[in-house]
């Protein structure tokens, strides 16, 4: 039997700001999980551990999640029936022959099996670049209709800005998969956001427009130092998307970061923009205004205001905006 986790207790639930008496493990205001990060990590190495066929250790592990569960819970009923099914299988799995009958049975055939087995993790391994398919797929497009200077700078950038999630969730030791580019449309990081806050989806999100603006800002000083037209383009391209994907709307990076900011924050945010349109003249602030201007009359701000988030939101439009105007044009292109 595996010992309980060693948490450090938790004072003030992480969704609502509501002081929760020593020992609970769900808010008693609303009900959120408070250990919930720490369980998503807990099932993640379990997870990883039944992929392994280590079934012993990774019910130890499901067992330390009950531990920080509410005893009625859904979640804690399912890892129950997890744990049950894990003992079934331990118990009528079938016993491994000895390495001397697997040679006698499988003949000459048996080096190609022991160098099959060891090779596993490679293989794994292999399948699990499988970015680089769609990430390749991605570039020949783009070089096709651009060619190979713009295509693979612009799609270098894209990957940027996607490893800057994927680095910021993996940091946090929250589990993600490397980016899936789908030509013409985008990419994505897929990742387990389940019982995370979210201060931290909101943080997650913006770590992409961050490597987005830390991208726009590279070549923009490549171009003021080589005087080269491809960093101009870029660099503004990159800016200029990132400022789109900043707009709180649909599935847009800028969406999850919303979701943690209270009304008056988000009312910060639209002054802000508005700010930007009428001193840097470039209308895609009104997109993000009008996204922001919807956010205002939806009902779903959080209970207490997250003044971190609006700051690193707010640092990115201006940063993004002085990259804009630092190249002045008209949408993605410079003049």
Not at 63 to 91: M, V
Not at 125 to 144: D, G
Not at 269 to 292: D, R
Request: aromatic share 10%; glycine share 8%.
């Amino acid at each position: 039997m595996s010992s309980p986790p060693i948490v450090e207790p938790i004072r003030n639930c992480h969704n609502c700001g509501q002081s929760v008496p020593l020992g609970a493990l769900d808010c008693p205001q609303c009900h959120a999980l408070l250990y919930s990060e720490e369980l998503v990590r807990i099932s993640t190495k379990a997870n990883q551990l039944e992929e392994q066929n280590s079934l012993p250790q990774a019910r130890d592990e499901w067992r330390k999640a009950l531990a920080l569960l509410p005893h009625n819970s859904n979640q804690a009923e399912w890892i129950r029936g997890k744990i049950y099914k894990l003992e079934l299988t331990e118990k009528h799995a079938p016993a491994q022959l000895p390495k001397s009958a697997w040679a006698k049975r499988l003949g000459p055939l048996a080096p190609i099996a022991i160098l099959l087995a060891k090779s596993k993790g490679l293989l794994l391994a292999l399948f699990k670049l499988k970015f680089l398919f769609s990430f390749f797929a991605f570039l020949a497009l783009y070089w096709t209709l651009y060619g190979f200077k713009f295509g693979v700078g612009f799609v270098v950038l894209i990957l940027v800005h996607e490893l800057g999630h994927y680095i910021d969730i993996r940091r946090r030791g929250l589990p993600a998969d490397m980016p899936v580019f789908l030509p013409g449309l985008g990419a994505y990081v897929r990742w387990n956001a389940l019982g995370v806050t979210r201060q931290t989806r909101a943080a997650v999100s913006l770590a992409g427009p961050l490597a987005g603006l830390l991208g726009a800002a590279v070549c923009a000083y490549l171009w003021h130092r080589t005087g080269y037209g491809l960093w101009s383009v870029l660099a503004r391209v990159s800016a200029v998307l990132n400022i789109l994907n900043l707009t709180p709307v649909w599935i847009l990076d800028g969406a999850k970061a919303a979701d943690a900011l209270s009304k008056a924050e988000r009312f910060v945010l639209l002054a802000l923009t508005l700010v930007l349109w009428a001193y840097l003249g470039q209308g895609l602030f009104l997109l993000v205004a009008a996204g922001i201007t919807y956010r205002l009359f939806t009902k779903d701000p959080p209970p207490i205001p997250n003044p971190g988030v609006a700051v690193y939101y707010a640092s990115l439009l201006i940063g993004l905006g002085v990259i804009v105007y630092l190249i002045p044009g008209q949408g993605l292109l410079p003049r």
